[in-house]
């Protein structure tokens, strides 16, 4: 089955503790991407990556980073979280032509206390 | 940048036709898309629409795009229970791996 797989779906740590959220695809998509969805703000562009070891970043990029050593995955690493980052995150991957949409996985739950 | 702005909530009765509206600012997208969101899942892509395109239609679904007025438009027709979500707008250009999305449109559909 075609899917974009986050891990873990939920997570509760402490400020300033280093955390990874892994996401991977098996659609051989050359575009990947990180979002955050917060209420009343919508879904913000955390980073995106448009091939293996080319990454940029989207709206809201402090405080994250990425990496894209292999084309199915692109994990998203928070160094030193903090409260602001709690978050509902979500990985989506999509073909480099075409113009098709976004395949998202279910999405990642983060707590910051 | 791009934004992308959609009226936040809409009821309507079953059976009637949903219009969720949304306006983008980049006249450079060349493709919007819709997706719909359930309650504690991800985003799944409805339709989209490329910007040298009027309108499309897939089954309940209408999608009208004036790109003068940077204006896109999801038509659901017989909206059911089931159509309850929230609706999102995104706007993309070829090529480029970032899409701006807007906050969402609410849909909730009473019987």
């Known amino acids: 089955e075609a899917q974009v797989t986050q891990n873990p779906r939920y997570l509760i740590t402490v400020t300033g503790k280093k955390l990874t959220v892994t996401c991977s695809q098996n659609m051989n998509h050359e575009y990947m991407s990180w979002y955050r969805q917060d209420p009343g703000l919508g879904l913000r562009q955390i980073y995106y990556s448009m091939n293996v070891e080319v990454t940029d970043k989207g709206d809201v990029p402090e405080g994250y980073k990425v990496s894209r050593k292999e084309k199915r995955n692109f994990p998203l690493i928070l160094e030193s979280p903090s409260p602001n980052q709690t978050s509902l995150y979500f990985c989506a991957s999509r073909a480099g032509t075409g113009g098709y949409g976004y395949t998202f996985g279910s999405g990642t739950r983060l707590t910051v206390v | 940048g791009e934004d992308v702005e959609q009226s936040l909530f809409l009821s309507v009765r079953e059976g009637d036709s949903s219009v969720i509206n949304c306006t983008y600012t980049d006249s450079s997208s060349t493709y919007l898309y819709w997706y719909k969101q359930e309650p504690g899942a991800g985003l799944q892509l409805l339709t989209y629409i490329f910007s040298n395109m009027d309108m499309k239609q897939d089954q309940r679904l209408t999608v009208l795009l004036n790109k003068k007025d940077k204006h896109l438009s999801l038509r659901i027709a017989d909206t059911q229970t089931g159509d309850s979500a929230i609706y999102f707008c995104?706007?993309?250009?070829?090529?480029?791996?970032?899409?701006?999305f807007g906050d969402g449109t609410t849909l909730t559909v009473k019987p």
């Open positions: 995104a706007a993309g250009v070829t090529n480029a791996g970032k899409s701006t």
